[in-house]
């Protein structure tokens, strides 16, 4: 009698275990976040993603993964931000330690501006998913409607904004967006991406892309925060259909390391009397209010943290909402100041005009 309790004992214990395991992994595999429906494909978005803008080469596949095991779905790269190979490292380590599927991310990367003519976009389109180590992106975009000359990547990769960096100078092709959209959408028939979309467009030129999109954009991206609130940008992309997503959240925070002075001139949103008073009536952080002045409006957000507990901040903001009239205080705040603007680079590109 003694070994069969025994035995049954143990099993019942091995048994329990083992239910516990398959719990925490099922918890893990159905973590419900907020999301956007994709018009077109009607995919799911994650309307709180990871951005890897200005994260090191030397810690980017880890700070992923980590993104990634601290409840991330959707990383946000670039050819632009030089750390996709890395990138791609973190994403393949959390699938291969079982914190997530290849269907359960959301990737995002960028085509740059020195590869938009037709002989370049699809070459370039294979290049990034090979530095991630993807068959897809779950969203193509690209990166600014500016077209620059070409820069063969076996010389310098990635190219950056300068094409003689010796003599510190910009040149331009003369390539129409409707020209590398058409690969875009190529890119979707070859199955290299799920969606397609741009970001850094004005008003004007999205309305004429819509009118000639065989596949329509699902997503724009643009710089987005209380000193830069774009409603008008955000009304017709809404009227479109098109999904927004916001960058640089922080407004002047995401620049201070750049030296720029427009954000060394600005006060900073974590420290402003209106975010500081939401955040404390509400018992949250000044960047979870900012986040959640954006995401409770529709604008989905890709924040960046190397700091553990920041990481689990910024992504479980959407379990408060503010009133209205904290969310239109927070929008009052608004002087039209923006910080990414192509303006400031050195030929001088006045998109935003």
Not at 33 to 44: A, E, K, M, N
Not at 231 to 251: C, D, E, N, R, W
Not at 257 to 266: H, I, K, P, R, V
Not at 299 to 319: C, F, M, W, Y
Request: hydrophobic share 40%.
């Amino acid at each position: 009698m003694l070994t069969n309790s025994f035995f049954s004992s143990t099993s019942t214990r091995t048994l329990s275990r083992t239910l516990f395991s398959l719990s925490s992994l099922i918890s893990k595999r159905t973590m419900v976040t907020p999301s956007v429906t994709l018009s077109g494909t009607g995919r799911q978005m994650p309307l709180v993603g990871f951005g890897i803008w200005k994260v090191p080469q030397e810690t980017c596949a880890e700070t992923v993964y980590n993104a990634i095991k601290s409840g991330y779905r959707l990383i946000d790269g670039a050819q632009d931000y030089g750390n996709e190979k890395e990138a791609g490292e973190g994403v393949r380590k959390a699938i291969a330690d079982g914190l997530v599927t290849r269907e359960e991310l959301f990737i995002t990367s960028k085509l740059w501006n020195t590869f938009h003519s037709k002989e370049n976009v699809l070459k370039l389109t294979k290049k990034s998913l090979d530095d991630w180590g993807l068959d897809y992106f779950d969203l193509w975009l690209i990166h600014f409607p500016i077209a620059q000359k070409y820069v063969d990547p076996a010389e310098r990769y990635p190219p950056n904004l300068l094409y003689d960096v010796e003599k510190g100078t910009m040149e331009f092709e003369d390539v129409p967006i409707s020209e590398t959209w058409s690969q875009f959408e190529e890119a979707v028939k070859l199955g290299y991406a799920k969606n397609i979309g741009v970001s850094n467009f004005a008003g004007a030129l999205l309305i004429d892309l819509y009118r000639y999109a065989k596949i329509k954009p699902s997503v724009l991206q643009i710089e987005h925060h209380p000193y830069l609130t774009q409603p008008q940008m955000i009304a017709l992309a809404k009227q479109l259909g098109i999904a927004i997503t916001g960058y640089s959240s922080f407004g002047p925070q995401s620049f201070l390391e750049m030296g720029s002075q427009a954000a060394l001139d600005t006060p900073l949103l974590m420290n402003h009397d209106v975010i500081t008073t939401i955040a404390k009536a509400h018992s949250r952080t000044p960047a979870q209010v900012i986040l959640r002045w954006a995401t409770q409006r529709g604008v989905a957000v890709i924040p960046k943290s190397n700091n553990p507990q920041r990481l689990g901040e910024n992504l479980n903001h959407t379990d408060f909402d503010l009133a209205q009239a904290e969310l239109d205080a927070i929008s009052a705040l608004n002087i039209g100041l923006r910080f990414n603007d192509p303006a400031d680079w050195p030929g001088h590109i006045y998109i935003f005009a």
